[in-house]
């Protein structure tokens, strides 16, 4: 009778331990893809709003009445940013129209707290990818060994080296390493791709707070 070599077969014939490891690796493979599709996702959105902010802001509409239509807490990333600087703005005027000393410093920093915060939600979910990339191919070796030795144990106990009997017990053993390296490879590739989108990302919003912090520099030595 002919072997069955088709995925679900190997995976019933192999034993316990080899069958949680493949299950640990499909479900690691499905939580990376499952992060990336949401990324991409994100990072298109946090792309899109950081440049109708940039339109707004660029308009030439006085900053004073862009910030009170967007509010102290605004919904886009760039808007936050741009809302903290404009916070500590207002803040550091006294009561006569002056300015409290070290304004410039005081915003900088807040519109700083504040690109760190979203960069901290750019980055969420990044680290797993790596985590998964760089384990999961150990983790599908440790099923392979696992299944190779119990491959063996049961050849030596059937005492029959033929390659009908090898075949089955060494593939689904080869299976696990498999698994192992279908999780690993796309979350790599998937976590240099968005961690390099995250960095191009974060730099626009540093780029813009310096352009920002530029301008009202300019007002407070006015």
Do not use: C
Not at 54 to 62: A, I, K, R, V
Not at 111 to 127: F, R, T, Y
Not at 166 to 172: D, H, K, L, W
Not at 178 to 198: F, R
């Amino acid at each position: 009778m002919e072997a069955d070599f088709s995925f679900f077969a190997l995976f019933w014939r192999a034993s316990f331990v080899v069958q949680l490891v493949m299950i640990l690796l499909l479900v690691a493979s499905f939580w990376s893809w499952a992060i990336m599709i949401r990324k991409l996702i994100s990072y298109r959105a946090a792309r899109r709003e950081q440049s109708r902010f940039d339109e707004s802001f660029w308009s030439g509409e006085p900053l004073d009445e862009l910030y009170e239509q967007l509010g102290p807490t605004p919904d886009g990333s760039s808007e936050r940013i741009f809302a903290a600087g404009m916070l500590e703005w207002r803040r550091s005027h006294r009561q006569d129209g002056g300015l409290i000393r070290g304004a410039q410093a005081r915003i900088d920093r807040s519109m700083d707290v504040a690109i760190n915060k979203e960069a901290e939600g750019l980055n969420e979910g990044l680290p797993y990818l790596a985590t998964v990339g760089s384990t999961a191919p150990f983790v599908g070796l440790f099923g392979t060994v696992w299944g190779i030795m119990s491959a063996f144990i049961e050849i030596a106990g059937q005492q029959n080296t033929s390659l009908a009997v090898v075949a089955p017990g060494i593939a689904e053993a080869l299976l696990a390493t498999g698994l192992g390296l279908l999780a690993a490879i796309p979350a790599v590739v998937g976590y240099n791709k968005l961690s390099a989108d995250s960095d191009a990302i974060v730099a626009n919003y540093e780029a813009f707070a310096d352009e920002f912090a530029t301008i009202l520099s300019r007002q407070l030595d006015s």
